[in-house]
């Protein structure tokens, strides 16, 4: 047996909720071989983000270039990408070495309130990565900053991904947790039409990193070889039951359950 392989191009988050932690985790939860290009490290817990260090563009390269040489990389994501330059360096490695599918998640602020992409970076997110997206996952925010517009309605969130898309990305994911609905609608649009992904509401505190571990997720199921529309049905799924059994940890926003199996083995020890 052939052991998927999936890159996480991302951010470190010291706390392990999110960034490249989470996806990792997400990846192993899901049977496939996590390989990383660290972006960024972030001095981060469930609390806030307190710094921020960017790494070098050509350490960036150098990493890309050392999985992608190596690894038969089935798909990949990208997360936090903090600015232009990293951007830039991000997509010119993608295009280089012909990577893909990618699943853009294209993260803006973290879950405490700080901001994670700079306002330049945004035009660089649009021209230069969206274009090599097979997939971009929005929340409703980011699909507002994306589509350059307020989304109230379903309608307006079937424009916004309609205007993402004519940015070049294949297909989005408009997920609806920062809206007040209940049951949670996420629509994916794609040239194919629109399909919705009903999650109940699960009121917790402990919702640090439910971005990256819904994009890790479909970027593991499109790296086992599972189409798009099931990719996501498979990441919505695991997203709910992996905050429904959350752990409690932290005094913020706390991490989700990632290894729903081994929760399992716990209870029965």
Partial sequence: MTLPVALTIAGSDSGAGAGIQADLKTFASFGVYGVTVITAITAQNTLGVRAVQDVNADVITAQVDAVAEDFAIAALKTGMLSSAAIIETVAAAIQRHRLGPVVVDPVMIAKSGDRLLREDAVDALRRRLLPLAEVVTPNIPEAEVLAGGPIRTRDDRLAAARAIMELGAHAVVIKGGHSQDDPIVDLLVDSQGVREYRAARIVTTSTHGTGCTFSAAITAGLAAGLD?????????????????????LGHGHGPLNHFLSLQVAHAHR
């Fill in 228 to 248: 798009l529309p099931y990719a996501v049905a498979e990441a919505r799924d695991y997203l709910s039951r992996a905050l429904a059994s959350a752990p409690g």
